[in-house]
């Protein structure tokens, strides 16, 4: 089965950096999403590591590593809109086909 | 192009009772994703549906089942409705097969079961 750690709540002031931790336990691994959710709307795509390494995509990067079942997403320069719950998504390989396995999210509220 | 659309947005229904929710997905895309969420126990995987059929299935019981239309939209049906069952149900819609493309989330429903 599939395993998908992130802590519940984290709180950064305005203008900071803040770093959100993902683990996981999978088998079949194929990739990791994250995904931001304001309250009350959809989940919106972020980013997306199948290799090794760190993605940067404006204020937001991503990084992963297979080896040590981990990943973060990193956000700087926070901004009051940023206040929302980030998704860790891990891409799965089961009978053939792949699946997404979310974790339970992790919500952020950002300060001034 | 129009985003992922659910129907309806709001529900209420009583223990025993069976729901169907629908999802029009983006134009052009052929698979429809359906997730739970709860807060306790975040998103989980309900099933998938590529071209009419479905490809892949999560860890629910049989009373939740779906199926797709010849126009790629979906309806998921939740039978003998549990107090348990209450949750925001979203559909994801995506190009190809959910698990190897980004998926496109709807705005969900929100099922609240008396």
Sequence with gaps: ?112 | KAGVTQTPRYLIKTRGQQVTLSCSPISGHRSVSWYQQTPGQGLQFLFEYFSETQRNKGNFPGRFSGRQFSNSRSEMNVSTLELGDSALYLCASSLGSGGDNEQFFGPGTRLTVL
Excluded at chain 1, 18 to 26: A, E, F, G, L, S
Excluded at chain 1, 48 to 64: I, Q
Excluded at chain 1, 69 to 92: F, H, P, T
């Design chain 1, 1 to 112: 089965g599939q395993n998908i750690d992130q802590p519940t709540e984290m709180t950064a002031t305005e203008g900071a950096i803040v770093q959100i931790n993902c683990t996981y336990q999978t088998s079949g691994f194929n990739g990791l999403f994250w995904y931001q959710q304001h309250a009350g709307e959809a989940p919106t795509f972020l980013s997306y590591n199948v290799l090794d390494g760190l993605e940067e995509k404006g204020r937001f990067s991503s990084f992963l590593s297979r080896s040590k079942g981990y990943s973060y997403l990193l956000l700087k320069e926070l901004q009051m809109k940023d206040s929302a719950s980030y998704l860790c998504a891990v891409r799965a390989s089961k009978t053939g086909a792949n699946n997404l396995f979310f974790g339970t999210g992790t919500r952020l509220t950002v300060i001034p």
